[in-house]
């Protein structure tokens, strides 16, 4: 077995907690890329979703001031999407370590 094989160190990870204050400190833009409708079984509030099926860094919002950080249910597909946002030169290298599960482990609030 290789270790670190299918483990990223390249883009940063940040944890659930740590999101929660930024969003309520209004530093950060959510974008999650699940499917619009794992998006509507419930999401981080004020988050928006942009499906890894149709997604194009170059169609990401302004974040104005705020930072980008991209989220999936668990890490995987935000991984993925920061892969696509590299391969077009798009400056955003965040996702949410654990993903929205692990924000939902952490007890912190779910829209729906």
């Keep these: 077995m290789v270790f670190g094989f299918g483990k990223t ?3 940063r990870e940040i944890e659930p907690r740590e999101l929660a204050a930024m969003v309520a400190a209004n530093q950060a833009l959510v974008v999650d ?5 794992e998006f509507a079984g419930g999401h981080i509030p004020g988050s928006i979703n942009r499906p890894l099926s149709t997604f194009q860094p170059g169609k ?3 974040p104005g001031a705020r930072q980008l950080v991209l989220t999936c249910l668990g890490g995987k597909r ?20 654990g993903g929205f599960g692990a924000w939902a482990k952490a007890g912190l609030p779910v829209e729906r």
């Design 9 to 11: 160190a390249k883009y």
């Design 33 to 37: 890329v699940r499917e619009a409708d």
């Design 60 to 62: 990401l919002p302004d």
């Design 78 to 97: 935000s991984g993925m999407a920061l892969d696509k946002c590299a391969a077009a030169q798009a400056r955003v290298d965040t996702h949410l370590a």
